[in-house]
């Protein structure tokens, strides 16, 4: 999990560009690491390692052209969409709780979903299900591509600059990234009674 420096360096600007753009749009890429990515990906750019500029600017038009696709393949799929079986690469209920988030927040939500794992990349696909006006949808779309890959991309970098040896402490920064990242989706999970129980049983039985 913790194993993004590795990653990044094999992979370079090519690979974060396709990793950003799988998890923008495509189902397949709802796994992918997308916040602590670009926050690693900044603070190897403080280290010398990648342009931050060049970076921030490839991540971005990979974020747009991502939620694109996404966008296109939900207004052609429509509704079969939520017909389609379940497989290893596929949770019908991250479709279904993706699309609770987009009916409360609306046009907004392609802006919050990009700080969001899983919903992210189901969200353009709902917007194409809904067939939302696609002026609107790119708008959207790109204020939220630019302040997730700019924002995330740009703070790993300034605080790779300003703390005296952070090299020490960027799994834990890593890992805090990514608890904050999976927060919401615990406190979903956890609002719901009967996966709350859910939960409680599991552990009760494994501490007996």
Known sequence: MFDLVSLIKASGYLGLFGIIFAESGLLIGFFLPGDSLLFTAGFLSSQGFLNPAVLSALTFIAAVLGDNAGYSFGKKVGPMIFKKKESLLFNKENLE???????????????LARFMPVIRTFAPILAGVGKMNYSTFFFYNLAGGFLWTFGIVWGGYYLGNSIPNVDKYILPIIAGIILLSIAPSIIHLLKNKKTRGQILGFVKSKFK
């Open 97 to 111: 709780r993706a699309k609770r988030f987009y009916e409360k927040h609306g046009p907004k939500t392609i802006v």
